[in-house]
């Protein structure tokens, strides 16, 4: 019977060896399954929204920039959306690694629990006499030794059913892991379909942009001369908005300067009042000093013999008055760096609202994709031609409501030969103007809120869709819009 007590101790601890092990596999890195989950939608989403723009311009008679962008576009997200489903692949087979080792695991335990659960049947069909087990009890030198063994002896017996169930318990872990070893071989031939299905479909749109492609390189000199006319355009875009800047700047220089002239003549009334209030006091004060001697002289005339025999009176000696020690102004808080388009409260506190709003300032049109990013880049079609953009170009529904990204005044509504309307909005030091629009619901010196509609996009035959290009500046310097208008 001693015999058996180290045994037992050890099986004592094999289901909890067994849970342990269980929820080890169990842990798996789910912020990062969600991840991929989540760019996998977005993914979607912008393939959703390429074949969208594809179709669309689809509709034109013949091939355009707005095709090759759509199916760049679109092969560049299948192509993350490929490498996305590979990183869950990747995950899928570690799951199955970690699977594997679960139910190599469990048997090793299984399989082991049912032997030592043989050794105590075995154990207990040798001993099974009850005059063997009496004789046990009844054998002890002493009472307290006889209860002891009896103890033990129950307590024999409640193990042994401890351990069938712990054979049961893990019997069941063993065909839940099994099972989720099977589902996730499941699931990975259906990501491993999925990621050959989306493969196909790449190489057909690498195929279709490639045959886009050549036909717009066949156009060459119809291409040449768009981009010329749109340099030409821009160029005459930007002369406009620098000399309605300047413009903003010189009125608000000359207002700075007529109110420094109105605070300066105001300073001079008031000093030359204070100066005439001086003097008037200072000669009000010598009359009144003549009147005193004139009565004093005379007072004195009158008392002359009663004076000759009254001792003198001493006058009081007066003492000058000290003026107040003026204390030095206190150094005034650094501030931001002067500007004269914020000048005045209204325009410094629209200034500083609306760089607080970097990066969330809402987009200019209720739908639509960017077709033109800010700054100096290559060609679609042909890479040796560089091509700049003062701001950015955003594709949209066709005669779509165009709408102000912020508060502000209208500046500036002109037609721009070629182009439809612009409107110059300003915030303070800053400019936002709104080119390619087909009509206008503002005019000069308009206050406008954000997300009101100040136009309609223009139509783009060719692209059979409606443009906008937004421009975004601060005093003189370019900014790229979209460091400004929040993500989609």
Do not use: C
């Amino acid at each position: 019977m001693k015999k058996i007590i180290p045994f037992m101790l050890v099986v004592w601890l094999m289901p909890a060896m067994v849970v342990a092990q269980q929820n080890a596999g169990q842990q798996q890195p789910s912020q990062s399954r969600e991840e991929l989950e989540r760019r996998k939608k977005e993914l979607q989403r912008e393939i959703d929204e390429a074949n969208e723009q594809l179709q669309t311009t689809k509709k034109s008679t013949r091939e355009s920039m707005g095709q090759l962008r759509a199916l760049r576009d679109k092969i560049t997200a299948r192509t993350r959306l490929i490498n996305n489903i590979n990183d869950e692949i990747s995950f899928i087979n570690g799951d199955i690694n970690s699977a594997y080792r679960d139910v190599n695991t469990l048997k090793k335990d299984l399989d082991t629990l049912k032997a030592q659960y043989a050794q105590l049947v075995v154990y207990a069909y040798k001993n099974r006499s009850t005059y063997d087990l009496m004789n046990f009890v009844f054998s002890a030198s002493n009472f307290n030794d006889a209860v002891k063994r009896f103890q033990y002896l129950k307590q024999y017996r409640d193990y042994r059913r401890r351990q069938a169930d712990n054979i049961v318990v893990t019997q069941d872990l063993l065909t839940k892991k099994i099972g989720n070893l099977e589902s996730q071989r499941l699931k990975r031939g259906d990501a491993l379909k999925t990621e050959q299905e989306q493969r196909s479909i790449l190489e057909a749109d690498k195929k279709e942009k490639d045959e886009v492609l050549s036909k717009l390189k066949g156009r060459e000199k119809e291409l040449v001369q768009d981009i010329n006319q749109r340099k030409k355009d821009a160029q005459k875009v930007q002369i406009a908005i620098r000399n309605v800047i300047k413009r903003e700047i010189e009125e608000a220089r000359r207002k700075a300067a007529e109110e420094e002239a109105a605070r300066k003549k105001a300073l001079e009334e008031k000093r030359r009042r204070e100066e005439e209030a001086r003097k008037a006091a200072a000669a009000a004060a010598a009359a009144e000093k003549a009147r005193a001697a004139a009565a004093e002289k005379a007072a004195n005339a009158a008392n002359n013999n009663t004076a000759a025999n009254t001792p003198p009176v001493e006058k009081p000696v007066e003492k000058p008055v000290e003026k107040p020690v003026e204390k030095p102004a206190p150094t005034p808080a650094p501030t931001r760096s002067e500007n004269v388009l914020e000048a005045t409260p209204e325009a410094l506190a629209l200034s500083e609202s609306f760089e607080a709003n970097r990066g969330k300032l809402p987009w200019p049109v209720d739908a639509g994709n960017i077709i033109e990013h800010f700054g100096i880049h290559q060609h679609a079609v042909m890479e040796r031609i560089t091509v700049p953009s003062d701001g950015i170009v955003i594709a949209t529904n066709k005669g779509g409501p165009v709408k102000s990204i912020f508060d502000g005044e209208v500046r500036s509504v002109v037609v721009m030969p070629g182009m439809g309307y612009m409107i110059i909005i300003r915030h303070g030091q800053y400019f936002t103007t709104y080119i390619r629009l087909q009509t206008t619901r503002v005019k000069k010196g308009d206050m406008v809120k954000t997300g009101q509609v100040i136009g309609t996009a223009s139509v783009n035959d060719i692209e059979n869709s409606g443009e906008v290009e937004l421009q975004i500046w601060k005093g003189n310097a370019k900014q790229n819009p979209e460091q400004w208008i929040r993500r989609r």
